[in-house]
Structures are given as structure tokens and as C-alpha cells.
């Protein structure tokens, strides 16, 4: 049973370096799983999705990038601010042309120095889009849209649409292409999942951004622990370990019957490995209970060799379905 049945929209947010984009592209294997359809979309024109993926740079249009387990297919989209606002222009306004001259003239840009929060309004605006399409049209309809999201340190105010147009439109297009998308950020169709490491500041990043979320009315979705190490010493032995506590001895016991030269030098090494190693241990547990103190489902991700592999995507994407997130 998934923690998120009537979830459309999945928002992937993390800190730089925490594996935000593997997650986010994991995640959709996992929802493509059992024959469904779904869209892996970015919008930081980092082409992340393409070099996870081995596929040459995303266009602005939607290409099937892997089969997930089942006969699921994943599609992908790098959404590009410039394009978006053309599309937007054609659609509201009917000023395709005017558009292309506009782009020409460096106007586009123009635009969206100006108005920050109008490039925010057409990436989500297309994300939206994406997630409530209908078949009527001839677009793919897709089970679930997926976003690799900008970094939690930014995500609620990328996200909170509605406040960045405030002083740019009170009604017209742009103001009701705002309130379409936080109408659908607000519901129970969208959760925002923050991935992280259990190291000092991504975990309180992580905190920081899901109280900004809850303040800005948005839903915090699951958090991800991404690369996770399994402990090298036993609970029983951690505390003297990480207070330097440690019988040489026994180290050196251990190192002849492993066939290794029991230097002093040797031992010495290793025992201050070992302080080091379950001290960070230590640190660990501690921002285990700060993300626990969240409240907020917990899905674990151990650091593996192959993650930005198709493989890994794919052992990832089993880890999530068997810990219930999808």
C-alpha cells in the first residue's frame, strides 16, 4: 500500500550533493512500475535527467527514456523558461510570432530578470500542466509527473507561486495561472519529499525547509535518507570506540589473524580509525532523531556503488516500493 495513493504530483527537492535528481528519477521508476506512465520533468537546465539516463540532452518536448519493471514507461521533460513563455504567449495570447520576434530581441530575458517570479510561474505553470492533462487534446496522460525540483534551501518560495506574482498581476493569465498551480501544490494530489544525508547541515536543511512548507500551506511529502553506511563496530563497543577507549591488544589480535603485520604504528592507525568512525556514528544517530522528530514518513537509501547506473536507479526504485512510498 503506497504512503501516497492520491498523489499526482511528486516534488524531489535535497540539498546540493545529497542525490536529488537520482531520487527524483528512482521515484518515477518506482511509479512506472506494473505497466503505468509516468514524467520525469527538471527545470534547472542542468540536463541531470539526460547524463542519469545516458541519453543525449532533453528537448523541450517529452522522450521516453527508460521501461520500468512491469512494462512501465518514464518519459522525461527538461522544461526551459524561454520556450515555456513563447508557449504561454501562444496559448493566453495568441502571439506566436510576436513571440519569436520577442526572443530574438532578447526580450524574454528581459522579462524574467525583471520578474523573477514569472519564470517560477512558467516552470511550475508546464509541471502543472503536465499533471493535469486529459487525453482530449491527444497529449499522453500520465499516471504520475515527478519534479527534480530546485534545492530545499529555495523550494518553498519556487514553489509558493502565488506570493512571487503578487506584485506583478492581480488578475489576468498570469495571476490565474498562479492560482491554477498552488490550487494543485495545495491539495492532496501533490507531496513535496526532501532528500537528504545524515550529515549536520543537509539534515538542517531539511528541517528549515519543512517548516517553510508547512508555513506556506504546502504539503511536506516523505524525506529520503540517501546514502546511508552501515555501522563497522557493534552497538556494545560504540561508545568506548568513540571515546578512544579501545583494547590494542585486541586490535592486534585481530590484525595477525587477518594476516596482517601488527605494527605499533599499525594499531595505533586503526584505533584512531576506529574513534573516528563511531564518533561519526554517533553524529549519525543524533541526526537520525532530529529528522524522526519531523514526523514525517522516513525512507531509507544505503550508499551504493552503481546509483547514477541504471541499475542502481533501479535497485533504489525497488527499495522505495518495498518501503511503502509508492
Known amino acids: 500500500m503506497s504512503d501516497f495513493p492520491a498523489v499526482k504530483l511528486h516534488v524531489v527537492s535535497g540539498k546540493g550533493g545529497t542525490g536529488k535528481t537520482t531520487v527524483a528519477a ?8 506494473g505497466g503505468r506512465q509516468v514524467l520525469l520533468t527538471e527545470v534547472e537546465a542542468r540536463q541531470g535527467i539526460a547524463q542519469l539516463f545516458d541519453t543525449p540532452p532533453l528537448p523541450y518536448e517529452e522522450r521516453r527514456v527508460a521501461v520500468a519493471r512491469g512494462g512501465g514507461e518514464v518519459y522525461a521533460l527538461a522544461i526551459d523558461p524561454e520556450l515555456a513563455l513563447l508557449e504561454y504567449l501562444e496559448k493566453f495570447y495568441n502571439l506566436r510570432r510576436a513571440g519569436a520576434m520577442l526572443r530574438k530581441l532578447g526580450a524574454i530575458d528581459f522579462a524574467t530578470t525583471i520578474a523573477p517570479g514569472l519564470r517560477d510561474v512558467l516552470l511550475t505553470g508546464k509541471v502543472m500542466e503536465a499533471a493535469t492533462r486529459e487525453r482530449r487534446g491527444g497529449g499522453r496522460l500520465y499516471d504520475a509527473v515527478v519534479l527534480d525540483a530546485p534545492p530545499t534551501g529555495r523550494i518553498a518560495k519556487f514553489l509558493n507561486v502565488n506570493t512571487e506574482v503578487a506584485a506583478l498581476a492581480r488578475m489576468g493569465p498570469v495571476r490565474h495561472q498562479a492560482d491554477s498551480v498552488m490550487a494543485l501544490l495545495r491539495s492532496n494530489k501533490t507531496a513535496i519529499h526532501l532528500v537528504t544525508v545524515l550529515e549536520e547541515m543537509p539534515v538542517q536543511e531539511t528541517v528549515d525547509g519543512v517548516a517553510e512548507l508547512r508555513s506556506s500551506g504546502l504539503r511536506p511529502g516523505g524525506v529520503i535518507v540517501n546514502m546511508m553506511r552501515d555501522p563497522l563496530i557493534p552497538d556494545h563497543a560504540l561508545a568506548d570506540a568513540a571515546a578512544g577507549v579501545l583494547d590494542l591488544a585486541e586490535v592486534e589480535t585481530g590484525l595477525k589473524a587477518a594476516g596482517v ?18 564518533q561519526r556514528v554517533q553524529l549519525e544517530q543524533q541526526e537520525r532523531e532530529t529528522l524522526a522528530a519531523l514526523e514525517q514518513p522516513i525512507y531509507k537509501i544505503p550508499l551504493l556503488t552503481d546509483a547514477s547506473e541504471l541499475s542502481g536507479l533501479h535497485d533504489i526504485a525497488k527499495r522505495l516500493q518495498d518501503q511503502g512510498m509508492v
Open 26 to 33: 528512482s521515484l518515477a521508476l518506482a511509479l512506472a512500475a
Open 261 to 278: 603485520e601488527a605494527t605499533a604504528a599499525t594499531v595505533a592507525a586503526l584505533a584512531a580509525e576506529a574513534t573516528d568512525h563511531a
